[in-house]
């Protein structure tokens, strides 16, 4: 009881503290790049995510065969094709990190087997998703 006693007096002397305003006096220069840092940023519409790459080939055919196969197994997940003279390469979803990807590449391994996760420029809001 007398534990509990002195937790809340120590509570009620202390509880003027923790109200005290904290000022940071910081040098123009540290102002100036943090600002310059937040405007890059900013304007900066891409991150380096991870998308799962399902098919590399120099076939377009083959190409669109495995990207509509892909879009009518998983029709929420959204694809995207490039080619990279001479190959056509299938991406698919936009995950933040390497460990968020690996349970949905192993359920697209079952069908595509040579997935593998890319690196990639993904837009910012693709992420949010």
Known sequence: MIKYL???LALIISAPILNAQLTVNE???VSK??????TKNRSNTTVKAWRIQIITTNDRRKM??????????????????THEN??????VGAFESKEELQPFLLEVKREFFSAIP?????EK???VK
Not at 33 to 38: I, L, R
Not at 66 to 79: A, L, Q
Not at 118 to 122: A, C, E, N, P, T
């Open 86 to 91: 001479p190959y056509y390469k299938v991406k």
């Open 125 to 127: 809001k693709e992420l």
């Open 27 to 29: 040098e123009p220069g």
């Open 118 to 122: 890319v690196v990639d420029s993904i």
């Open 33 to 38: 790049m943090m600002n310059d840092f937040v």
């Open 64 to 81: 669109e065969q495995v990207k509509s196969k892909f879009n009518n197994m998983f029709p929420e997940m959204e694809t995207f094709w």
């Open 6 to 8: 002195i937790s809340i």
